[in-house]
């Protein structure tokens, strides 16, 4: 992985060596000013996926020493089940070392998990965006697909909800398939929107976007004036079917 001014930089370097990290840029698009530095400011950065693939296998405060130590102000939380009681203590650790929780990955419905995230969120007084992906199945049928358009406005809508309820925003988050194509993301927005959630938009990830590198321009157009976020990931065309999908710095 390189820095975005084309040179290798070493903290984001090594963090991609250690764990495989994403590293995403906030668009900050009709949310906040951009840094002075500009969108590629390292206090823009965001680090993602460090909890579930980190080799080491960290806990809250070490993980936490180790952004500090990297030089990361941001993270994106991605957790599993076993990471359910250590909530508090995420949040908390990074609160230590000034590391904001920018978002927190959220499941697609109002589960158990999904209430532990609100009530932590609630009790820390913190307002990370969720990021949350459906469909990951293709579907070429006109009439199902706009089936299951409908379907996500209604499964989102109470997450939009209560997200609303403690200042927090909904990213729609793709993952393949049908969800994962930002025609069908805005078309979800739109209908979001329409039954009055306001607090919406998308996170445009490279590592699930191999397969619209041809057109990427007209597909990254259509999601642009709804983005909360972008994945910046090392791309090889067509790596997603050869085994390269993610394109490591010593490439």
């Keep these: 992985m390189r820095s975005p001014c084309g040179s290798p930089g070493r903290p984001v370097a090594a963090l991609s060596r250690a764990l495989g990290l994403l590293v995403f840029v906030l668009s900050a698009l009709g949310l906040q000013a951009l840094p002075p530095q500009g969108l590629f400011s390292r206090t ?13 296998k960290r806990g809250p405060e070490a993980r936490a020493e180790m952004l500090e130590q990297l030089g990361f102000t941001r993270l994106a939380y991605d957790w599993r089940a076993e990471h359910l009681p250590t909530f508090d203590a995420e949040v ?6 000034r590391i904001e929780i920018t978002a927190w990955w959220f499941p697609a419905a109002l589960n158990a998990e999904a209430k532990a995230i609100l009530a932590c969120i609630e009790r ?3 307002h990370p965006q969720l990021w949350i992906t459906l469909g990951t199945e293709p579907e070429p049928d006109a009439a ?11 499964t989102l809508g109470p997450i ?9 925003t909904v990213a729609l988050y793709n993952h393949l398939g049908w969800f994962g194509e930002p025609a069908n993301q805005v ?5 979001l929107r329409k039954a009055g959630h306001a607090n919406v938009g998308s996170v445009y990830n490279f590592h699930h976007g191999h397969g619209q590198l041809d057109d990427f321009e007209r597909q990254f157009g259509i999601l642009k004036p709804h983005l909360l976020a972008l994945n910046l990931n090392g791309m090889v065309r067509d790596g997603d079917k050869g085994g390269k999908k993610t394109r490591t710095q010593e490439e």
């Design 124 to 126: 820390q007084r913190i």
């Design 160 to 168: 939009c909800a209560e997200a609303a309820r403690l200042g927090c």
């Design 92 to 97: 908390e650790a990074r609160r230590r070392r």
């Design 187 to 191: 078309r979800v927005l739109e209908g």
């Design 144 to 154: 199902r697909l706009e089936q299951k358009v409908q379907a996500a406005v209604g």
């Design 44 to 56: 823009n950065l965001v680090a993602w996926c460090i909890v579930p693939f980190d080799s080491q």
